[in-house]
Nanobody, 115 residues
């Protein structure tokens, strides 16, 4: 069973940057799609970005041009580089993996954008 552990969240001022990381353990090679979702207070969990094993990416419109997702299959890691952060980006960010027909989630990391 694959497990996902996020790191890199924190408090940042508007316009700043953060880099989130997700480390996977277990049968990483069985996961095709990985990515990031986020959940703001009082709202549902929304897609941020996805990346396939072959490096094909997909982004939410709200983060296009500001966020970049990357994947290192050898190191079993996925990263989310977040630039030009806005207060609306404040949320708990969850690492996601799709293993066959199973969705796998990390525990989440808090990102707060505030002055």
């Amino acid at each position: 069973q694959v497990q996902l552990v996020e790191s890199g969240g924190g408090l940042v001022q508007p316009g700043g940057s953060l880099r989130l990381s997700c480390a996977a353990s277990g049968s990483f090679w069985t996961i095709n799609t990985m990515g990031w979702y986020r959940q703001a207070p009082g709202k549902g969990r929304d897609l941020v970005a996805l990346i396939t094993r072959d490096g094909i990416t997909n982004y939410a419109d709200s983060v296009k041009g500001r966020f970049t997702i990357s994947r290192d299959n050898a190191k079993k890691t996925v990263h989310l580089q977040m630039n030009s952060l806005k207060p609306d980006d404040t949320a708990v960010y969850y690492c996601y993996g799709r293993q066959d027909s199973t969705n796998i989630w990390g525990q989440g990391t808090q990102v707060t954008v505030s002055s």
